[in-house]
């Protein structure tokens, strides 16, 4: 029924495939989760959300299939790329655009939080840009970790890098629609500096960081940035999920405003956002973050 012409991308628990449809040569994504790591219910519950979900920006859900090796997803091809290596290859990357792109995305994500779902997992390989369409949109992928919040919510299994990742998670506290919150202003932070505000050398550490929400804005970094993006920032990065904003709160900041004009006129250095994007490509997401247990036992060196 497809034929399979290259693979396009990987997950923690999965390979993304660009394939034909053998009637209609139509080119589609086709996810294939591996059944040797037992993820059937990740994959139907992904499955699940993506026929709920009606938006241009989340892929469409054609159809499903299930063979020996593992369950099977067909999707919309989007192909022009990750929109941080869109970002990159701009000669002049001015705060401007990418405050047009975060506006983009809270907008992809109110819909979302518009139906009590949490992505969870909202990091720069989430993020595509599709180009076949007169004004570039972002398309927000990879629905495995998503869930529908009602009450309260834990998620029991760390996995991936701990970069974007709130506190509540790595603390094993009840997640919520503000835990996403917290992943774009990581995001903001590193599309205007190049840079990750937690980042260090071991994983550990990074977590401690974050637990900590030890961040600063040095100006070797910040120079080309407005101090209303900065408090954007700061407004996203809380460690009490209850005082982070709304998407709709986020949406009224005047650094999101269409019509804003303070915006710095410096270009962003985008060199730093290569070597970020290089680094993030061997990185292994498949391993577990440290033992959220640790931090909590550990309050005292967080200083809470």
Not at 50 to 71: C, I, R, V
Not at 98 to 127: T, W
Not at 165 to 180: H, Q, R
């Amino acid at each position: 029924m497809y034929v399979e012409l290259q693979e396009i991308g990987r997950g923690r628990f999965s390979v993304v495939k660009k394939c034909a449809q053998r009637n209609t040569r139509k080119d589609v994504a086709v996810k294939f989760v591996n059944k040797k790591l037992k993820k059937r219910k990740q994959a139907s519950h992904e499955a699940a959300l993506l026929q709920h979900l009606q938006h241009p920006q989340y892929l469409t859900l054609h159809d499903t299939y299930e063979s020996p090796s593992a369950y099977i997803l067909v999707l919309d091809l989007v192909d022009d790329g990750r929109l941080l290596d869109y970002l990159m290859k701009h000669d002049e990357l001015m705060e401007e655009k990418v405050a047009f792109y975060m506006r983009d995305i809270l907008g992809a994500l109110q819909y979302l939080h518009g139906c009590r779902v949490a992505h969870l997992d909202l990091k720069p390989e989430n993020l595509l840009i599709d180009l076949r369409i007169p004004v570039p949109r972002v398309k927000i992928i990879d629905l495995e970790d998503a869930t529908r919040i009602s009450g309260h919510y834990y998620v029991h299994q760390l996995l991936g890098n701990a970069e974007f990742t709130a506190p509540e998670v790595i603390k094993g506290t009840p997640v919520s629609l503000a835990t996403d919150i917290w992943s774009l202003g990581v995001l903001t932070y590193v599309m205007l500096s190049g840079v990750s505000p937690f980042l260090d050398e071991s994983s550990e550490e990074t977590c401690m960081n974050i637990c900590r929400v030890d961040f600063s804005f040095p100006l070797e970094y910040f120079t080309s940035v407005s101090q209303a993006a900065q408090d954007f920032i700061r407004a996203t990065l809380q460690m009490d999920a209850r005082w982070r904003p709304t998407v709709a709160t986020c949406l009224l900041h005047p650094w999101l405003q269409p019509h804003y004009s303070n915006y710095s006129k410096i270009p962003l250095d985008t060199t730093r956002l290569t070597t970020f994007i290089e680094r993030r490509s061997h990185q292994n997401d498949a391993r577990p973050l440290p033992n959220a247990k640790s931090f909590i036992v550990n309050r005292n060196a967080m200083g809470t």
